[in-house]
């Protein structure tokens, strides 16, 4: 069992960043891939990016690519979203998650077991 705590979230400008956390509980952070999603008020639940168990790969959705990184620190049982020049359309809750498969990613969200509350991330135009 793993339980997913997500921070980081606010309100800011378009044009600016925001570094969002995934705080994972239990020793066992390094064998789930960790992934990002977000869902907007009236849409599906959206990838984002993931990252397999060592962080060796990642992976990120055509909307944030070369805005965003996402990164891993197992010592600390912790992932981040660290996203840059913000967009309006970046307005969402975060969602991180967990997958029981460490060395593979994945875009679609029933492959995930665990997940996060969810934090609000509002960027003003």
């Known amino acids: 069992q793993v339980q997913l705590v997500e921070s980081g979230g606010g309100l800011v400008q378009a044009g600016g960043s925001l570094r969002l956390s995934c705080a994972a509980s239990?020793?066992?952070?390094?064998?789930?891939?960790m992934g990002w999603f977000r869902q907007a008020p009236g849409k599906e639940r959206e990838f984002v990016a993931a990252?397999?168990?060592?962080?060796?790969?990642?992976s990120y959705a055509d909307s944030v690519k070369g805005r965003s990184t996402i990164s891993r620190d197992n010592a600390k049982n912790t992932m981040y979203l660290q996203m840059n020049s913000l967009k309006p359309e970046d307005t969402a809750v975060y969602y991180c998650?967990?997958?029981?498969?460490?060395?593979?990613?994945?875009?679609?969200?029933?492959?995930?077991?665990?997940w996060g509350q969810g934090t609000q991330v509002t960027v003003s135009s």
């Open positions: 998650a967990a997958r029981r498969v460490s060395y593979s990613i994945s875009y679609k969200s029933e492959n995930y077991d665990y």
């Open positions: 990252i397999t168990g060592k962080g060796g790969s990642t």
């Open positions: 239990g020793r066992t952070f390094s064998t789930y891939a």
